[in-house]
């Protein structure tokens, strides 16, 4: 399968480059698998969708304002830096953007001097391990001074600091539990302590699991065919509660209802991993394209996601999944398309698909 067959050409004027005013004003298209019709609806309408025992699975993944801006300080060239994880105490793999030709033993100054860092190893091109050094609390630092690591298609100019300041609350879903995503799971950003709660007064069940979204989720598809791309491995966990509550969905009435490809990941890694869903912790590989035998998922909520992309493959193969036919990619592709010319809102602050 060609990586091409996934592409499709965006106005650049349809991506979002900031949240609407309202979490509730997006948009949803509304896919049926099984008969191809489409409507357009707003996310204040899911609940028209849903029924009593589906279950509603969140990722509850906290994005931290993981990029710093620095220099270098004995040259003043300027830095970049991107925190992904921390592997021990104040050792960290980052992502870097600078001019120079970095080296181990060099030394840094990040946001604004509360925070130092030495290149300990170059780990791959533009990843270095970085050993950080701080007067008081790196998280309390981070919250303050780091800035939320909205992906790059949305333009953030140092002269408009108001729309950081608003990423700080919005590119964080109101249910956003355990730190450690440096990308949010976009799909839920549309929802409000309101309308879940509005959800379960319906009986539509929830829980939570964990994945911490990396930049590999985001990572363009280089290969030349889709099979010879490598996923980048993400943390993830599921507690004994939520896989209680899925596995009484599996055998019951209701409906698995993903929000987000980062918790289908999860769930259909952890199924395949064990076989069941149990409670487990570890580092989630799963690369999801068509064909695809979904074993736990039933119904998708998403945003529309960049060409070529991993999502959009992932997307394809459920739609695919469940339409008896077999061709998922051009029937997403023809959302899309549909989309476009209804001027949806893409990618992290735009609009979103649920697929039924």
């Known amino acids: ?70 220099h270098w300080p004995d040259t003043g060239g300027k830095i970049e830096v991107l925190l992904l994880e921390e592997k021990c105490d104040l050792q960290w793999d980052v992502m870097c953007r600078t001019r120079r030709n970095v080296r181990p033993g060099l030394s840094m100054v990040l946001a604004g001097g509360k925070i130092q860092g030495r290149v300990m190893a170059i780990s791959r091109a533009g990843r270095l391990e970085l050993e950080l050094t ?113 596995n009484r969905a599996i055998v019951g009435s209701g409906r698995i209802v993903a929000v987000g490809s980062t918790t289908v990941r999860t769930l259909e890694f952890a199924m395949a991993e064990c076989g069941r869903i149990e409670p487990c912790q570890g580092r989630c590989t799963l690369f999801v394209y068509p064909p695809y035998d979904f074993r736990v998922v039933d119904v998708l909520l998403t945003n529309f ?27 997403i592709l023809c959302a899309y398309e549909e989309a476009i010319r209804e001027r949806y809102r893409f990618y992290s602050y735009g609009d979103c698909m649920l697929i039924i």
């Open 134 to 246: 701080c007067e008081g609390d790196l998280k309390k630092i981070l919250a303050e001074s780091g800035v939320p690591p909205v992906p790059p298609y949305i333009r953030r100019p140092d002269d408009q600091p108001q729309l950081i300041a608003a990423d700080r609350e919005r590119y964080q879903t109101v249910y956003a539990r355990v730190p450690g995503a440096v990308a949010a799971p976009t799909a839920g950003l549309h929802f409000t302590e309101a309308l879940l709660e509005d959800l379960q007064r319906q009986g539509v069940l929830q829980t939570a699991v964990t994945l911490h979204v990396g930049p590999g989720t985001f990572r363009p598809v280089s290969t030349d065919h889709v099979e010879q791309h490598d996923m980048e491995s993400e943390r993830f966990s599921l507690s004994t509660d939520a896989a209680l509550a899925i």
């Open 1 to 70: 399968m060609k990586t091409s067959d996934f592409d499709y050409t965006l106005p650049p004027d349809l991506i979002a480059q900031q949240p609407l005013p309202h979490r509730m004003d997006s948009r949803m298209m509304v896919l049926h698998r099984n008969s191809g019709l489409i409507e357009h609806k707003h996310i204040v309408d899911i609940a028209a969708y849903l029924h009593a025992e589906d279950l509603l699975v969140l990722n509850d993944t906290r994005v931290i304002s993981a990029r710093l801006n620095g």
């Open 305 to 331: 996601h960049l060409p070529q992309s991993t999502l959009i493959m992932m997307v394809s193969a459920f739609f695919e999944a469940g339409d008896g036919v077999g061709c998922g990619r051009e029937r």
